[in-house]
T-cell receptor
Framework: EDQVTQSPEALRLQEGESSSLNCSYT??????LFWYRQDPGKGPEFLFT???AGEEKEKERLKATLTKKESFLHITAPKPEDSATYLC?????????????FGEGTQLTVNP | ETGVTQTPRHLVMGMTNKKSLKCEQH?????MYWYKQSAKKPLELMFVYNFKEQTENNSVPSRFSPECPNSSHLFLHLHTLQPEDSALYLC???????????FGQGTRLTVV
């Protein structure tokens, strides 16, 4: 069974204070790992897809990296508008071709 | 026009009512999903449709009845729900296979 564990559950940063969020996963063959951002009361917003170990993707202050067991979302010099819950999800080769398994998310708060 | 549109955004219903949630995608995708998001829990997959055919039912109670008349529309028919069914219901779509899923804004359902 696919499993995704995200840490920490919550993270509070000062504006400009860089940090990283962790996503550890267990799958029988990774088809893809996905990062989403979710604001309160809204649907998740797609950020990145990573397919293989060593791959990196960047968007503004965010950078996602992938190893064979985990992924990191690095946030450089965050701003208050980066406050949100960040979700990690995986799609495996073993399960249905479409199923995404999500972690519980990391709630990020950036104080001005 | 946003990519994935859900209506209504908010719904309050009694336990004896019958209501339907609607989802429409304008992205040309061929897979559509229903997810349930409860407080402090990961997104929980309910149903998957590929090319209008249901390919996954994640042991969802029969009081939830999905319908997918075509690749662009997805419904979730609700009847005799319980208070514990109160949650954010999210619709998503993707190309089948490795690609990312795009989510709607969700329907906040409250069962009284």
């Amino acid at each position: 069974e696919d499993q995704v564990t995200q840490s920490p559950e919550a993270l509070r940063l000062q504006e400009g204070e860089s940090s990283s969020l962790n996503c550890s996963y267990t799958v029988s063959g990774l088809r893809g790992l996905f990062w989403y951002r979710q604001d309160p009361g809204k649907g998740p917003e797609f950020l990145f897809t990573l397919y293989s170990a060593g791959e990196e993707k960047e968007k503004e202050r965010l950078k996602a990296t992938l190893t064979k067991k985990e992924s990191f979302l690095h946030i450089t010099a965050p701003k208050p508008e980066d406050s949100a819950t960040y979700l990690c999800a995986v799609r495996s080769l073993e399960t249905s071709g479409s199923r995404l398994t999500f972690g519980e998310g990391t709630q990020l708060t950036v104080n001005p | 026009e946003t990519g994935v549109t859900q209506t209504p955004r908010h719904l309050v219903m009694g336990m004896t009512n019958k209501k339907s949630l609607k989802c429409e995608q304008h992205l040309g995708h061929n897979a559509m999903y229903w997810y349930k998001q409860s407080a402090k829990k990961p997104l929980e997959l309910m149903f998957v449709y590929n090319f209008k055919e249901q390919t996954e039912n994640n042991s969802v109670p029969s009081r939830f009845s999905p319908e997918c008349p075509n690749s662009s529309h997805l419904f979730l028919h609700l009847h005799t729900l319980q208070p514990e069914d109160s949650a954010l219901y999210l619709c998503a779509s993707s190309h089948r296979g490795n690609t990312e899923a795009f989510f709607g804004q969700g329907t906040r359902l409250t069962v009284v």
